[in-house]
């Protein structure tokens, strides 16, 4: 299995990921890639790593992610298996992940998750998640409150929005 690693600020992440690797399937060597899941970490100073367990058949891969994955999250100094939430990702029909920062920004304003950074890209649809990107605990905070429902709301509403925010200042 690949590994691959990514050095994240303390505090709560959104991690997207998915198992992407080479297995057998009979006499052959074939490459297994699952849907991709959405797994919400909270960091603090340890080093973590994202296991599942090893496969060397295709048919057990696909009968691994059939019944639902047992991702674990493991503390790399004690060992330790660390609870993990988690949920696969939705996409509509074949290739509906071909836009993958498209589906992550709408599967997070289904789920009324707000991402924040100070790096920001041109796009309406997502927040770029830079190492010191975090999601924000859900609080009565204000800001956090406009963000939620800004992400919820359709294009159209967006625009009443800023226009209503242009003329009230």
Known sequence: MSEQKVSLAKGTHQIVARFDDEVRDGSRKVIFTSKPYVFQVDMSNEDLELNLPNFSTESQAKAHFNKGPNWILLNRNTRKEIP??????????????????????????????????????????????????????QNNDTLVQLQLWYTKASDEERKAFKRWMIDID
């Open 84 to 137: 993990i939430s988690f949920k696969r990702l939705p996409g509509i029909g074949f290739g509906g992940f071909g836009n993958i920062e498209k589906v992550i920004a709408e599967y997070n304003r289904n789920e009324g998750i707000v991402l924040f950074s100070d790096k920001i890209s041109d796009s309406n649809d997502l927040v770029i998640l830079q190492s010191d990107a975090q999601v924000p605990n």
